[in-house]
């Protein structure tokens, strides 16, 4: 078992400090420290692969995977063809069918965007970057483990009276394929167990609590409608809004003059309920108290700042924000970890695709390779 670092040295110490920060030597995989088995049940199986493929699932099954797309690399290539490589280590076309069938669910690979196609691409080079960082601090001692998960494997299929060949067959992919794909996820899925203890998502939880603490904000809210059957309606209120906002950025530097501007323009400009109060709402939080684009506004609005413009179905906004408060759970208190683990893995795979991204892709199926996804050559065809 994995003998990683501790989860907390993702960052160093603050709370918006990258990823990058994190230190690139590791001590080696070691039978210690082993985490307790419920770490993960079933139930968190989303949480032993990256972020992305959940992302891709839902593209998936929102429907972007209907239409035909602009280029089928399945018609022209097969299993054992090449993407990309990194390093001269090829990822193969088989990798990109089986992570179709067998994660996203995809009946017919010719039904899958070509959009789709290439973001899945993007994923495993990505993955192959990260497992590249997994290899090289887990040395022979990860390889044993991968070799006897692939066994398993192996051993299993035959009980069901199915061969390797016969597996792959079901899913257009080749044994090559299959054995990069569980070897990932065999290494990930320990990799997870060993750094994500409660003590490691504790550290973790604390260095950035304010990203999962509920908030609060205390507003004021100047408003003005746009009449859809006014043609000129929208860009005569997006004028008078901007007017407004040049007014306020002239007292900004100082908060009670800028609330006390904000007040007198909301009662003579706003067409808002509260606009007699000097737009005065008060205590917001839940998306329902205001439109969803002005929520996101405030959310993103310092204390004591205005919003920048937001508009609505309803027409244009701004929002004076005079506090914010964060109702911060204590670690021991969360009912629901998932987000917070779902976070922390995030991360992590961020932090091992880092140590390798000095080392970019070579695209050999240029079809599939994403736009501005960076690539050493302008190779193409077939692996030397």
Known sequence: M????????????????????????????????????NQFSPKDHALHMPIQISVLIGILLGGLSLGAPRAIAQQTYG????????????????ELNYLLISKLGAKDLSSVNIDVQRASSALLVRQHQAMKTLREQGGENLQLLLDQDWNAFVEGLKRTGKSVDEFCKERKTNEKSVRASRDWDSAWRRYLKSRMTDANLKRYYQLHADKF??????????????????????????YRMLDILDQLR????????????FAELAKKESDGATAKDGGKIGWVSAPGD???????????????SVSAITRSPLGYHLVL???????????????????????????LFEALVTQQNGVPATWYIKSLQPPGQPSDTEASGQLP
């Open 2 to 37: 994995f003998n990683f670092a501790s989860l907390g040295c993702i960052s160093t110490g603050e709370k918006n400090a990258s990823v990058r920060s994190i230190p690139t030597q590791h001590p080696a995989f070691r039978n210690v420290n082993r985490p307790a088995e």
């Open 250 to 261: 002239s007292v900004s530097s100082d908060p009670q003059r800028l609330a006390a501007r």
């Open 213 to 238: 603490a509920s908030a609060r904000w205390n507003v004021s809210h100047l408003f003005l409608p746009v009449d859809k059957e006014n043609r000129d309606s929208a860009d005569l209120a997006e």
């Open 290 to 304: 205001l439109p969803e684009s002005v929520m996101d506004a405030i959310r993103k609005t310092d204390e004591n």
């Open 321 to 347: 924000v005079h506090e914010k408060m964060l109702n911060q759970i204590p670690f021991e208190q969360l009912t629901d970890l998932s987000p917070l683990r779902r976070e922390a893995a995030n991360v």
């Open 79 to 94: 299993p054992s063809d090449p993407i990309a490589s990194i390093k001269g280590d090829p990822i193969l076309l088989g």
